[in-house]
C-alpha cells in the first residue's frame, strides 16, 4: 500500500497537462487533519492490554485537476495518515493507512483570484496494522538464526469521497498564451468506505476483527500552483 500512494501522487499532480487547452488547472499538497472513529479497534486492542489510537489523524498527500467543457472538473487525490504507535507489554502495535479516490466535480465560481467548487469521488484504500513484539538487545546474526514474529494485519476497500473546495489564486505571469501562479486552498469533506471486507493476515482472512474504517470527515490545506490559457484579468465564470 505505502508503495502505490507516492506514484498516484505524481499520477494526480500531472492531471492538469491533461487537460483541454483552453482550460484551466491546478494541484499540489495536501496537509491536514482527518477525523476517524477508533473506538472498535481501541476496544479489541484494550482487551489485550495496549492503550488507545487517537481519533485525531495528521494527513500528507497530493492532488490535482483540469476544468474541461468550462464547468467539468477532472482530477485526483491520494495521499496517507501519519503512523500512530501504542503498546502494551512486549509488543508494540503500530497504524497506518491510505488512500487515493479519481474525483470529478463543478465549478461553480472562478475569477483572476479564487475558484470554488464541490467534487465527489471514488477509488480504494485501507489501514495497516504492525503488531511487533519487543526483540530485546540482538544484532543482525541473531535475527537472521532466529527470525522474530511480526503480524501485519491489512484491511482493503472501495472508498467513496465529498466535499468543497476553495483555492486562492496569486498570480505570477501571463503571456499572449497563457498565465500561471501559486495556488493555496483549502478542501472540507468527508470520506466513506461502504465494503464490509475483513481484516487479512497475508493472504488469510482474519474473521472477527473491528469495523474500523478511514471513514470520516477532514479538512486539507492545499499548496501548490496553477496554470491556464487566455487572459487572466477580469475572468469571472459561474
Not at 466535480?105 to 475558484?115: E, K, L, T
Not at 513484539?133 to 538464526?145: L, N, S, T, Y
Not at 514474529?149 to 472508498?159: A, D, N, P, Q, Y
Request: charged fraction near 15%.
Amino acid at each position: 500500500m505505502n508503495r502505490i500512494i507516492p506514484f498516484l501522487i505524481v499520477a494526480l499532480l500531472a492531471l492538469p497537462s491533461i487537460s483541454r487547452a483552453d482550460s484551466f488547472g491546478g494541484g499540489g499538497f495536501y496537509l491536514g487533519l482527518n477525523i476517524l472513529d477508533m473506538s472498535e479497534l481501541n476496544n479489541a486492542l484494550g482487551s489485550a492490554g495496549y492503550s488507545d489510537f487517537k481519533d485525531n489523524n495528521l494527513f500528507f498527500g497530493g492532488g490535482g485537476y483540469g476544468l474541461v467543457f468550462d464547468h467539468l472538473i477532472l482530477g485526483g487525490s491520494g495521499g496517507a495518515i501519519y503512523y500512530q504507535e501504542v503498546a502494551t507489554a512486549g509488543v508494540l502495535a503500530t497504524l497506518r493507512g491510505g488512500y487515493g479516490v479519481f474525483n470529478f466535480g463543478y465549478s461553480m465560481f472562478r475569477s483572476s483570484r479564487y475558484h470554488l467548487f464541490p467534487y465527489g469521488g471514488m477509488g480504494g484504500g485501507g489501514l495497516q496494522l504492525d503488531l511487533i513484539p519487543d526483540a530485546g538487545e540482538i544484532d543482525f546474526g541473531d535475527v537472521i538464526k532466529e527470525p522474530k514474529k511480526i503480524s501485519v494485519l491489512t484491511r482493503m476497500g472501495i472508498c467513496l469521497d465529498a466535499g468543497f473546495e476553495v483555492d486562492f489564486l496569486i498570480p505570477m505571469g501571463e503571456d499572449k498564451t497563457g498565465f500561471g501562479g501559486f495556488m493555496i486552498g483549502v478542501r472540507a469533506g468527508y470520506l466513506y468506505f461502504p465494503t464490509n471486507t475483513s481484516w487479512k493476515l497475508a493472504d488469510y482472512k482474519v474473521p472477527g476483527g473491528p469495523d474500523t474504517w478511514l471513514t470520516g470527515p477532514y479538512v486539507h490545506f492545499v499548496i501548490g500552483g496553477f496554470g491556464g490559457s487566455g487572459p487572466s484579468e477580469g475572468r469571472v465564470e459561474f
